[in-house]
């Protein structure tokens, strides 16, 4: 698959997005269906955090356990913070720590609170993939969520055809396909048999129609 290829692809599915007029800001969708894999098997399965190079088009957000200092020092950064005595008070309305849950694409905590958080509020975020990321002592949490924002989660859980977020529809074309190129790369390089696990991968805006690049 050459880099002209996907450009192409791309180029297609934006044209065909723009004939469908939307009023609303697409994504730019890669879709996967793997082959001659048994997804039951926990060791095949596909959880991966990629960094795009180009972003996402629109940041992920990032919410933050934490107190003290690296609550101070995080607000700016994130785009929720959550202090420790509002552990017990989410844990008891489920409904709205779902909200935030659904509404956050990561969360990172201060590490001492993680066993708090997993065992109040991991029925919520466990089953959506989101557990924590510890912050570490004296980390750079500005460059830890800036990263964060950039990333994309690729999830098969048991099912051989996924999806996940290569982009925005008003994106530069070439930026969208070398996003597509680190994605399938990396999920190439966790397959058990690479490229040969791969039936097909098509690229899509969020309600245009489906182009096959693999």
């Known amino acids: 698959m050459t880099a002209k290829k996907t450009i192409d692809i791309v180029e297609k599915a934006l044209e065909e997005s723009k004939k469908l007029n939307r009023k609303f ?3 730019v969708d890669l879709v996967f269906n793997l082959k001659n894999i048994d997804m039951n098997l926990p060791k095949n399965r596909i959880d991966q955090e990629v960094i795009l190079p180009h972003g996402r088009g629109k940041e992920a957000k990032v919410a933050i356990f934490a107190s003290g200092e690296l609550a101070i020092k995080s607000k700016k950064h994130v785009n929720l913070l959550i202090k ?3 552990i017990e008070e989410l844990s008891s309305n489920k409904k709205k720590f779902k909200k935030i849950a659904d509404e956050h694409e990561f969360f990172i905590a201060e590490a001492p609170l993680m066993p708090t958080i ?3 509020l991991g029925t ?5 993939g989101k557990m924590p990321k510890p912050v570490p002592p004296n980390a750079d949490v500005s460059s830890m969520v800036n990263n964060l924002r950039k990333t994309v989660k690729v999830r098969s859980k048991s099912t051989i ?6 982009g925005s529809a008003d994106m530069p074309k ?9 994605i399938i ?3 190439e390089g966790i397959l058990e048999r690479g490229r040969l696990n791969i039936g097909s991968v098509y690229v899509k805006t969020t309600m245009g129609p489906s182009q096959r690049l693999i």
């Not at 919520?124 to 959506?128: D, S």
């Not at 055809?161 to 290569?166: G, W």
């Not at 070439?174 to 680190?182: F, M």
Request: hydrophobic letters at 30%.
């Open 118 to 120: 997993g065992k109040s």
């Open 25 to 27: 800001k697409e994504n």
């Open 124 to 128: 919520v975020l466990g089953p959506r």
């Open 84 to 86: 420790p005595e509002e």
């Open 161 to 166: 055809t996924f999806h996940t977020i290569a």
């Open 174 to 182: 070439e930026h969208i396909a070398e996003n597509i190129d680190t």
């Open 185 to 187: 790369k990396r999920i």
